[in-house]
RNA sequence: GCCUGGAUGGCGGAAUAGGCAGACGCACGGGACUUAAAAUCCCGCGAUAGCAAUAUCGUACCGGUUCAAGUCCGGUUCUAGGCACCA
């Protein structure tokens, strides 16, 4: 240990032992008690950014923390490694993306070596390599083989500019989420996972994870979307269709003075055919067509529709009503047929207005509008009004009631509705997983033998950027045999979503060598799940959705242990600078290697954690690094000073003055508010507060005439421990400075002696009516009676009170004496 | 429009179960050391009044509960994020 502190030498030094010594590597062991700390994996954009830094330095604490509490702890890194801006890299430099990426992925990794993360390389998973596309392919089999992976024509979300198609959850208000060109519609042939199929589970088993943010769960929530109601067939006049809608206000049906139907609808065609109004009805459902999705759902455009010439007849009362097209109406969601009751939903209610249509109130909610002159429609509970044998019924009761009729009558049935769409998987780019699937003119889609994968990625193709995947200019790539029945075939040239690749990586990392299995799953059974996963809350409905989707599905499959893959999630907060997200645009990017070179990865890392909560939004400072710089100087000092002037001292002795009370005091509640802070609420910006407030007490105890040595020891080994998890490799310089045995990685976490935590005597504050007025030193564990009478005897007291007369006392042990007096 | 959060000094933030508001740090001001600067160390630092002791006010705003409210309840404003014609 020098006298300086020179981050710059003890990081290389530290970074190098770590690595010779294999200290982050571990293996199952079933003697010791488990913890998977994990990190959302990186894109290898090329550098490492402040939020990766934040992140990754929360998700470190934590393993090192663990570790020191003597957990078997896994915590692993990777690359999700495919994707577009490696192809739009490869187009633009006339390379290839794995050029671009493993580049990339280089210069990131000695970047996170650089900043000291404790990380098993040994398990790193890059989604590019073969080594693992072969099993995302051959998990993409066993999907295709439950019957979870199917193909099918449909109106997609497109992206001209990107020049593919994008998953509804990549289109962000109607504009592509990575390009923000405003997305419009193709049909196309296209991959589709079920994803539907377990949307009660996914949302069932929102509330077996308390570990998560409510946000998030909230959010998944609505995004899955269940909704209960009844699907009830209205009959067609003159005509044979039965027009079913479904409805979650079934009591409604009285209040029903028309019906809707969504443009794209398949009946439409029949519906309209030979009607006087046809024309004008092709021309709507053109221009619904011709609309992007932006317009059409926007709530503040003004409804629009138009009348089919048809009519339904309502079966509760043979009413008949008319049939309209309209955009409002989503041909996705229930039946895309809606029934309309204006009086009780605000849309039907704007639609009848401009087109009108009778508005019938059939619900009293009771709160004195004037029912027969709406002006606006009434949502709230209330009781049955114009509604037959149903009137005077509350009407959340009557729903099942006239639901429950329409079943007795076989026109009606209970069911449920969801928001979720299946997920759309295939991308018509290079960079990606190929599909292993084959197209045979007599077999039909087949998969390839499992024996033949991977389906490796073409590399003869051209990179243009126009047009259909690349992979249809290899010459080499398309033209197969079909594994049925050996004739000619032709290969899917389209490549998964990369969102399939981060959905199942964190079963990979529990065996990511595996050459004859996706991973072992007795190996997956002792990590799984992850104790503790860590990102940012962008990710919080696609990227922790669709994991959970893998997940269950591999657990359905026999190879997951588990449902849920996450039991705790951490969603961190964004770095900002100036108010603004960090962004070459903005030009306010301040990068991780500048404050490395200039300080040391351990105030780097130190200096992100101290400034804000994980969960908040982080601004950046500089002169706030700054101040961290300096404390690890002042630490570094100070144990430089102490392992001179306690070396060979043991951590043995006796608390005689006031001020070792003090100390012991203060060290020990360090090490409890410091092992609450950083397991407990993650809270590590005060967990490095209660750390300097030990250090200027150290400061201060060590200046006074009569020190205890093995006090003094005991706190400044004691300190490099706590320090350890947030600067380790100056740590590691000062527990060896210490002359401890390295690595400090390895030491045991202190404890605490709680009868050091148990004072002689609390301060207590004297309150009159509430107002502090004075303060008192009294002994510790006085019961709630003898406080208030040793308080109420002192001359101090009588002083404040005043002879004013006194109406109530409330003493609390411990805190204070409250004195109402009156006047 | 709906669903989540958030609002505390000049700034980042603390107050973990209703009990001393502003811990810790940054910035700033003053001082010590130094030829000087840097580094370091010490002191001060919510507002108003006062030489001071001290008093009054103060956690977005209005009201309530309580001996006691940043914290609980009702309402309002602003703000961030998510969803958004889902019948």
New binding site residues.
Partial sequence: MNEQYEFSKIEPKWQKYWEDNDLFHVTEDESKEKFYCLEMFPYPSGKLHMGHVRNYSIGDVLARYKTMNGFNVLHPIGFDSFGLPAENAAIKNQSHPAIWTSSNIEEMEKQLRQLGFSYDWDREACTYKEEYYKWMQWIFIQFYKKGLAYKKENPVNWCPSCATVLA??Q???GCCERCGTQVTKKNLSQWYFKITDYADRLLDDIDKLPGW???VK??Q???I?R?Y?YELTFKLKDGDLPMT??????D?IFGVSFM?I?PEHPYVDQLITGQKEEALCREYMEAAKRQS?I??????????GVFTGRYVINPVNGKEVPVYL????????????????PAH????F??ATKFGLPIVPVVDAGSGEDLNNLTKAVEAEGVMINSGKYTGMNNKEAIDAIGGDFEKQGIGKKTK???L?DWLISRQRYWGTPIPMISCPDCGWVPEKEENLPVLLPTDVEFTGKGESPIVTSKTFVNTKCPVCGKDAKREVDTMDTFLDSSWYFLRYTDARNDKACFDPQKAKYWMSVDQYIGG??H??LHLLYSRFFTKVLYDLGLASVEEPFTNLLTQ??VLKDGS?MSKSVGNVVSPEEIISKYGADTARLFIL????P?????W????V??????L??VY?LIYELAEDTKGIPCVYRLETKDDKQLAYILNNTV??VS??IN??F?F??A??????L??EI??YK?LEDVNMGLLRDSAEKLVLMLSPFAPHVCEEMWEGLGMQAPVYKAPWPEYDEAALVKDSI???V?I?????G?MDVPTGLSKDDLQALVMESEQTAEIVGGKEI??I?A?P???V?I?VKG
């Fill in positions: 509804n959850e289109v962000v208000d943010p409510d946000k909230t959010m929530r609505n995004w979307g909704s109601g809608v479904f409805t979650t206000r079934a409604t809707v969504a999705d317009e059409r759902s926007s709530t503040t455009k003004e409804k629009t309209a955009d409002y109406v989503l041909m996705g969601y229930g039946t895309g047929l809606v029934m309309g009751v939903d605000q849309r039907d704007d639609f509705n969801f928001k769409r809350v962008e919080a409905i907060g964004m997200k101290f400034a804000a909560p969960e908040r939004e982080l601004e400072s500089d002169t706030g700054e101040g961290s710089f300096k404390f100087n002042r000092r409890k508010r609450d802070d407990k609420r809270n910006n005060t490095i507060s209660a750390l300097m407030e250090v200027n400061y201060r200046e301060e207590i504050v309150q009516n509430g107002k502090v007025k303060k109406v109530k409330v609390v411990g805190k204070l409250n109402v």
